[in-house]
């Protein structure tokens, strides 16, 4: 009899550009998704290839490979698997008495040439994350995957496909909320009344509105402001510059009125109305 020969399974076919988007509009219409993905198939099919690279399933890349400030990352011990994936040694030396730890990479093409990276509570003091929760409540987890991350970036970065920072890491790099600069308060009083002169004479950049004037502009600049979702200071030196200085058409205001309720019109804001006098942030 003669023996029976099983075929070998076939390998599975790549799928066409059209099955790939096919595949991430559906996923990205899925509830359990993380909200990166969620209805957008573009950033899930860039997702699953920088996963596929990594040796990942589509899933481990939707789940595993978080998007912070656009940018792609990897959770520490994702990082830590890929270096020893490679091939490469990763050793890990703790002091947990003086807060300290050590990460090694040893390449498997130049094992005679250890990369270390030290990560310790004067690194963390020195960068500004030793008052964090974390690094309160559990410093030495902190900084093996701080050393861990830092030894795979520096020792072995074609293992990590671009994915080389943490969730943590990315956060530690937003910017600092700059402070608002004071803004002076002045109190509007009437102008004083023009002397009399044979030649008409313009207005000096240091008279000042009337109570009902400069309630106009700051209401203009309030409904401007929300209109178009930015600080009323802001839109009060963008009305100045279009037309000039509220201070410089006391003699012919109601025209000058008039082209701002127009620009507040055309910006998709209320005509600005006189409204009561009140304290403001804004000096006109």
């Not at 993905?37 to 040796?55: D, E, H, K, Q």
């Not at 994915?163 to 102008?191: I, L, N, S």
């Not at 009305?239 to 003699?251: I, K, Q, T």
Request: charged content about 20%; proline content about 8%.
């Amino acid at each position: 009899m003669a023996a029976t020969q099983l075929a070998a399974p076939a390998a599975p076919q790549a799928l066409t550009m059209a099955d790939q988007w096919n595949f991430a509009n559906t996923v990205a219409q899925g509830s359990l998704v993380p909200t990166a993905y969620r209805n957008s198939p573009a950033n899930v099919l860039i997702a699953v290839g920088l996963g596929t690279s990594m040796g990942l399933s589509p899933a481990e890349s939707l789940y595993r490979i978080n998007v912070i400030q656009g940018k792609p990352t990897a959770s520490a011990e994702l990082i830590a698997a890929q270096v020893r994936k490679a091939g490469h040694k990763l050793r890990i030396a703790k002091d947990e008495a003086a807060q300290s730890v050590t990460a090694t990479v040893v390449r498997c093409d130049d094992p005679d040439y250890p990369i270390s990276v030290t990560r310790d509570r004067a690194w963390a003091e020195a960068m500004g994350l030793a008052a964090k929760e974390n690094y309160v409540r559990q410093p030495m987890t902190m900084l093996t995957w701080r050393a861990i991350t830092a030894a795979a970036r520096e020792a072995c970065p074609e293992a990590l496909y671009g994915v080389a920072y943490t969730p943590d890491e990315m956060h530690d790099m937003d910017p600092a909320p700059r402070e608002a600069a004071p803004v002076t308060v002045v109190d509007a009083t009437p102008a004083p009344e023009p002397q009399a002169s044979t030649q008409p004479e313009p207005q000096a950049a240091t008279a000042r509105l009337s109570p009902e004037q400069a309630a106009f502009m700051r209401d203009a600049a309030k409904r401007l402001a929300t209109a178009l979702d930015k600080d009323e200071e802001t839109v009060a030196r963008e009305l100045m510059a279009a037309h000039g200085d509220p201070r410089d058409h006391l003699g012919d205001w109601d025209a000058y009125a008039a082209k701002v309720a127009e620009t507040l019109e055309g910006m998709g804001a209320a005509p600005a109305a006189q409204a009561a006098e009140e304290p403001d942030e804004i000096e006109f």
